[in-house]
């Protein structure tokens, strides 16, 4: 049974949280190179390892809107809209969401699974008893490193994805390179830029910090340790596509 008051706790929870993560930010920067390994390491598995998914699907969306996009345009006699749908769903609004799903998947379980673990073999009390904060050298790292990921991760998707679309495009006619690309940069404007990379930062920090609190949550039986990494996964698809709502609608409403 739904606890409106146990759903308010945990939103401030997870406020407090994530604002004690921003406070050591500046920290981890300045003083914390033990943890700057930590933070390599995360980018490494979150960005690096998760190049080869992200060009797979960046070319096969591209090459999608164009199949599909073309034929119907051409009907209408509107194809010069082609690269503003293609700005709107590769660069605003899919890159974002996928990359960040690509992500949770990857990285989210494997963040709770590992923090969890280190609570029920009592690693994070050995931190504490040495004087470690476990948010500083645990949370702050992750949250970066999983933030950056995403950042270049939806950049690399989106140049991938635009490149795909122009691979098709050849197969159906001879379009010079420099016409297609002059043509999107057009369309492109500094607030999808924006809004695109606002999503990122958004998603990075909810998909971070919603991993770390729940590999935190466990007590003492190893069988937590899955379900953390299980209650990491669905919160963070939740929580993603609602900021992506959220965000979306917010930008139109302004625009």
Not at 60 to 79: D, E, K, R, S, Y
Not at 123 to 147: C, K, M, N
Not at 158 to 186: E, K, R
Request: with cysteine; charged share 10%; hydrophobic share 55%.
């Amino acid at each position: 049974m739904w606890n409106p008051a146990a759903t308010v706790r945990n939103v401030f929870y997870h406020l407090g949280f994530f604002a004690r993560t921003l406070k050591g930010v500046g920290y981890f920067v300045r003083h914390s190179q033990a943890s700057f390994k930590i933070l390599i390491m995360q980018i490494l598995f979150t960005f690096v390892h998760a190049l080869g998914i992200s060009t797979f699907l960046a070319l096969a969306i591209g090459a999608a809107v164009n199949v599909i996009g073309v034929p119907f345009l051409t009907m209408i006699n509107q194809q010069q809209l082609m690269y503003t749908l293609l700005i709107i769903i590769i660069t605003r609004e899919l890159g974002p969401l996928l990359t960040a799903f690509i992500v949770i998947a990857r990285s989210a379980t494997a963040i709770a699974t590992e923090i969890a673990g280190m609570v029920i073999s009592h690693e994070v009390e050995a931190y504490i008893s040495v004087g470690v904060d476990p948010i500083q050298h645990l949370a702050v790292p992750r949250f970066l490193g999983v933030t950056i990921s995403l950042v270049l991760l939806n950049i690399y998707f989106s140049i991938f994805g635009l490149a795909g679309s122009y691979i098709v495009a050849q197969l159906f006619s001879s379009m010079p390179m420099d016409y297609y690309f002059t043509s999107l940069m057009q369309q492109l404007n500094i607030q999808d830029i924006l809004l695109s990379i606002i999503k990122s930062i958004a998603f990075g920090a909810i998909i971070s910090i919603g991993a770390v609190i729940q590999g935190f949550s466990v007590e003492r039986a190893s069988t937590e340790v899955p379900v953390a990494g299980l209650r990491a996964v669905s919160g963070a698809f939740a929580l993603c596509i609602f900021v992506d709502v959220l965000l979306s609608a917010l930008f139109y409403v302004v625009l």
